[in-house]
């Protein structure tokens, strides 16, 4: 969720600029030019000026959000954003056609929170295009193949360490698929909601105004931010889990790969 300009201004960094030595030398040079030109109220208004340019500076800026590109997404994430921005195109259009008064002023102030559901829209599903990239460069056939051929190799310890090797990468790529199928049922579900949304301002702009109307549809885009924002929170946990590269040749003691049955003579060695 972005930060407000007050959670920005209130933080660490700005108490520390206020108190500076820089805010003082600021304040102080700015009120001199003042003083040497003669005017004593722009030497106030020059040192307030460097006093505030000196905080302004210590302000975190707002960070700058990529351009939504549906197509830079693969399927079923490209679809849902798209139909994200869809619904945010339908409910500026309904903006810019709604004549002047109360009811376009209330529907300005949901534009920020719209704007806010398709870019938490956008940023799950990107996450969600991640972990399926992911998924896929796992191979979970590949791995189930690979246990079944362990499996039938002779018993050893090395073999069991690669077994289970194998088998903590294929509970990682069930999570993994399960995390992929919830976050898409669950963005798709979502995307209706904020269709509903939208649907329900345009019905408010063609009627009498009804500031609970207005008041039910931002509580609602605020749920909806809320759980977007849960929901690429569970997805982003999900991608840091680390998973093997590739299957594991861990070598027997006696020189051969684990992942080979082995021959008559080397069973006598394991």
Known sequence: MELSFRDRFFTPKVAK?????GAIVSTAAGASVGILTGEPLAAIGLGLAGFVGWVAAAIPRKPRRDRIDPFALSEPW????TETVSARDRFRATVQRTSEGPIRDRMESLVPQIDESVHEAWETARAGHALSDAYKRLDPGAAAREIERVRA???SDARDRTLASLERQLDSAR???ETIETTEAQLRLLNERLDESVAQCIELSVGA???DGFDQVSG???RINDELEALRGAVAETRSWTAPPSMPESRAEGGGTTGQTPSPG???TA
Request: glycine share 8%; charged share 15%; aromatic share 4%.
């Open 175 to 177: 999570r993994m698929n």
């Open 78 to 81: 490209r679809r849902l954003t």
């Open 17 to 21: 600029a206020i108190v500076s030595p």
């Open 153 to 155: 190799a002779s018993p």
């Open 266 to 268: 080397q069973q006598g």
């Open 220 to 222: 609602s885009l605020g």
């Open 209 to 211: 105004y009804r500031a």
